[in-house]
């Protein structure tokens, strides 16, 4: 689980990411979802500092957020392949939840990131720009996944071959996006 003090600093770490991009701010409740046991009174003063952040932004802010991802419906081409990347490791968190979450730190938080990026596949096909956006904040969830994978098989040379996979897959989804993206030019 995440402390007092960690949990302060990753309030402020987002606060500060959010003044980059403020969709950071999505990740907020999932810090309150990484405490072991989140007490009221222990919630109080950073959820404050949230709403007095939001109602200190100017006005038309979050407005133009909501106009450009929600109402315009902008499209990301990506869209699509991105929620599908983050959801073959959070349908296979939450498939294989005994097995591995239960050995890792902030198990809850690896949990609630699974649930939510399968949900944010149900959004993709009306909202993609703002589903693409968010997913972009749930990639540490699958560096914990692949990373961990493997460690489901006992024998050494499955364990292997199962590293071996996802590296080959991962360097395949590499190639075709260098090869095939509309802005690989550009990387």
Known sequence: GITQEKGGRAFLYIGLAALFHKTACVLLPLVLLSYPRVRL???LLPIGIVVTGFLLL?????QDMWSVYVEQQMESSGGWIRAWMTDLPGFSMLIFRKQLL???PGARLWIAL???SVFALLLVKDYSTFVDRLLLYFSPMTLVFYGRFPVLWRDGAVRAAVALAIVLFHGLILWVWLNYAVH???W
Not at 58 to 62: H, Q, R, S, T, V
């Open 58 to 62: 100017p006005n038309n802010a979050l």
């Open 184 to 186: 690989a030019e550009s």
């Open 102 to 104: 239960n050995q890792w």
């Open 41 to 43: 009174k222990e919630v």
């Open 114 to 116: 699974s649930v939510m």
